[in-house]
């Protein structure tokens, strides 16, 4: 069974609530669906007084169990004692009721998973000073008795003034119950510490290791064990040392203790803080003030920030604007000279780790042979609708989105009989396997009636499109209906179409026309982002 994460998307992932969906928990109204976990679904819900909060109300099956809700109620208890600057605190929580639910303070902004997918890996500063928050928070929860055992980039939320650590513990009790037998664990793989992932108990240096794989993640757009089915991710967090070659250099030191295989060797997450205090990139100053966040980051949370919490009536489209879902994109950053960690006081130095114990791993034998088994883990995706379909996101992007000109599609007159359905809308194809669909705007495995794929060395359209390659320069639409009427061509070779190149398809039995502009050199496998403009011809 997979499950998604406790996770506040960005406001145009709102879904409106259905017939199904109560109106009212607890005293608190319900707005809209936020998504779904393995534990139940999310809501946007407001006090009566119109203050906003996340509310999940636990699945039936789980409702049912008495031990489930005994430790449910063992959970909420200990996380509501958790107090801390840079954690959702748990407000309410209803664990008598027919059907539990829990109530945290809503933050106004995306996950970490959201923002890296949207504008790419984060720089080494910003990512330093999220590592300082984050390790705070676990101060907190540890200290209040709980292991939050599924720390992860969608589970971390980011506000003007840092970030915010949410679903602390409450896994926990899922552990309890009968969905969750022998052979099933709780976490998300390549966030899962060795020990979790071979069924021993999880402490705080559990979580330690998942902030470590975080802070690979936000830093270079890729997880440090790969992707990959759950058995083969856990097998590499056991047995493997983790890929940092995207990661700057400056922060492979921190990850790679943090990532320790053996828990007793992993740093405390007062020893991160000292740490970040004293890197290079932070000029020994940990501080939340303007410019923290790229310019890009900080305009998607003015945009959050902006959201009314004033209560949607029934069945309303929150965001007209999510019917044309841009895919999420993830660029890899240019990698800094090396930088080396300066001494800090503490327990343990950048230099000398501890190194004194090593957990018992199981064989790799025996770690194959339990790939069989079922595995309740959860995503470490953002929410997607209850369709199941989410748009693949690249990792790594070889250069930044190129700007565009002032002729660019978006900026042309209009040419009588077209419209533009969409301009400029930027897509990442992951491999080869993935193709553009030219008329929905979107990257799918699916085959379409109209689409552009890769392979061979360039890219190739349905036999009966026709397609048109300018000397060099921009593209216009004009330029488009003439090139493919007296050149037109069924060779797209990489060679030709490098990067901030563009070239035009045209549509079998119509004169609908997209224009593709490569915003990232091409190859036969890896990502590959470009930006599309897709115009209509009215028959």
Request: include cysteine; charged fraction near 20%.
């Amino acid at each position: 069974m997979t499950a998604q994460p406790f996770d506040t998307p960005a406001p145009a992932t709102f879904e409106p609530l259905t017939s199904d969906d109560p109106r009212e928990v607890g005293g608190y109204r319900l707005r809209a669906r936020l998504g779904a976990d393995g534990m139940g679904r999310v809501y946007l819900a407001h006090t009566p007084a119109g203050r906003p909060v996340a509310l999940k109300v636990i699945r039936p099956e789980l409702a049912e169990d008495p031990e489930f809700r005994h430790r449910f109620t063992q959970e909420v208890a200990s996380a509501r004692r958790t107090h801390g600057l840079y954690t959702a605190q748990v407000v309410d929580a209803g664990t008598d009721a027919a059907t539990p639910w829990l109530a945290t303070a809503f933050v106004p902004g995306p996950s970490l998973h959201q923002v890296v997918h949207r504008h790419g890996p984060l720089p080494e500063r910003t990512v330093l000073l999220l590592l300082a928050g984050i390790a705070e928070a676990l101060q907190v929860i540890h200290t209040a008795g709980v292991v939050h055992r599924d720390l992860k980039p969608a589970n971390v939320l980011i506000a003007p003034d840092g970030p915010r650590v949410i679903d602390f513990g409450i896994a926990r009790a899922a552990d309890a119950s009968p969905l969750t037998g022998t052979g099933l664990r709780i976490g998300s793989p390549g966030f899962m510490a060795p020990e979790q992932a071979l069924g021993l108990p999880a402490t705080p240096a559990t979580d330690v290791f998942a902030l470590g794989a975080l802070i690979a993640y936000i830093g270079s757009g890729t997880t440090p064990f790969g992707g990959g089915p759950e058995p083969v991710s856990l097998y590499r967090v056991v047995h493997e040392e983790p890929a940092l070659c995207h990661l700057p250099h400056g922060l492979h030191d921190l990850v790679r203790y943090c990532l320790a295989k053996n828990p007793e060797d992993r740093p405390d997450t007062a020893w991160l803080v000292e740490a970040a205090r004293h890197h290079p990139a932070t000029g020994g100053e940990l501080r939340f003030s303007d410019g923290w966040l790229p310019s890009q980051v900080s305009s998607e949370l003015h945009h959050h920030t902006g959201l009314s919490t004033t209560p949607a009536p029934p069945g309303t489209v929150l965001d007209p604007a999510r019917a044309v879902a841009d895919a999420p994109t993830a660029r890899v950053l240019p990698t800094p000279a090396p930088t080396r960690l300066a001494p800090v006081s503490g327990p343990r130095t950048a230099s000398t780790p501890h190194r004194s114990a090593r957990i018992a791993l199981l064989t790799t034998a025996a770690l194959l042979a339990g790939a069989t088994a079922a595995f309740l883990v959860l995503d470490n995706s953002d929410y997607f609708d209850d369709s199941g379909d989410r748009t693949p996101a690249a990792t790594n992007s070889n250069a930044p989105t190129a700007a565009a000109t002032p002729s660019s599609p978006s900026t042309q007159a209009p040419v009588a009989g077209y419209t533009a359905a969409y301009t400029d809308r930027e897509l990442v194809s992951p491999d080869s396997d993935y193709e553009f669909d030219l008329r929905a705007g979107k990257v799918t495995q699916d085959t379409s009636s109209w689409y552009l794929g890769r392979e061979a060395g360039a890219f190739y359209v349905p036999e009966d499109s026709d397609a048109y390659i300018p000397p060099a320069g921009p593209l216009a639409l004009p330029d488009c209906l003439k090139g493919i009427d007296t050149q037109p061509t069924t060779t797209l070779p990489f060679t030709t179409l490098r990067a901030d190149r563009s070239f035009c398809v045209r549509a079998h039995g119509g004169q609908d026309i997209a224009i593709i502009r490569t915003l990232t050199a091409a190859s036969n496998d890896g990502p590959v982002k470009v930006a599309i403009t897709y115009y209509h011809h009215s028959a």
